[in-house]
């Protein structure tokens, strides 16, 4: 059944930060929402490319050799192995395109490591 998504009604069912949710799926990737304030970890993805669109608000995507600044729709892709950091001044709201294999935290585990998203 295709089904279409409101992004802002389904950013409306969640609060929590750094947590994102599956909104849906598209071949081995999922599409997720995630809304971020503040800085999160430094990592890497070693196996797998990431794309970030910025649905509301704005930030910087921090890379060991310079900043990407991020607006509301636009987009950027981290290739696979590249080292970055998200920082939010205020609450962004973004969408991400990543793999299904792709854990929120890379090559790190901390106590923000989600090793299940929830489906919203």
């Given at each position: 059944?295709?089904?279409?998504?409101?992004?802002?009604?389904?950013?409306?069912?969640?609060?929590?930060?750094?947590?994102?949710?599956?909104?849906?799926?598209?071949?081995?990737?999922?599409?997720?929402?995630?809304?971020?304030?503040?800085?999160?970890?430094?990592?890497?993805?070693?196996?797998?490319?990431?794309?970030?669109?910025?649905?509301?608000?704005?930030?910087?995507?921090?890379?060991?050799?310079?900043?990407?600044?991020?607006?509301?729709?636009?987009?950027?892709?981290?290739?696979?192995?590249?080292?970055?950091?998200?920082?939010?001044?205020?609450?962004?709201?973004?969408?991400?395109?990543?793999?299904?294999?792709?854990?929120?935290?890379g090559d790190v585990v901390n106590?923000?490591?989600?090793?299940?998203?929830?489906?919203?």
């Open positions: 059944m295709i089904e279409k998504v409101n992004l802002s009604e389904k950013f409306g069912l969640f609060r929590e930060q750094w947590s994102p949710k599956i909104a849906g799926e598209v071949n081995e990737s999922f599409v997720k929402l995630v809304k971020f304030q503040g800085p999160f970890v430094w990592h890497k993805h070693e196996a797998e490319d990431e794309m970030f669109l910025v649905v509301k608000g704005r930030f910087r995507l921090m890379l060991r050799d310079g900043v990407v600044e991020l607006e509301e729709g636009e987009f950027v892709i981290v290739p696979r192995g590249v080292e970055h950091m998200p920082v939010a001044d205020e609450e962004t709201h973004v969408l991400l395109f990543e793999p299904k294999t792709v854990l929120n935290t106590e923000r490591t989600l090793p299940e998203l929830e489906r919203i």
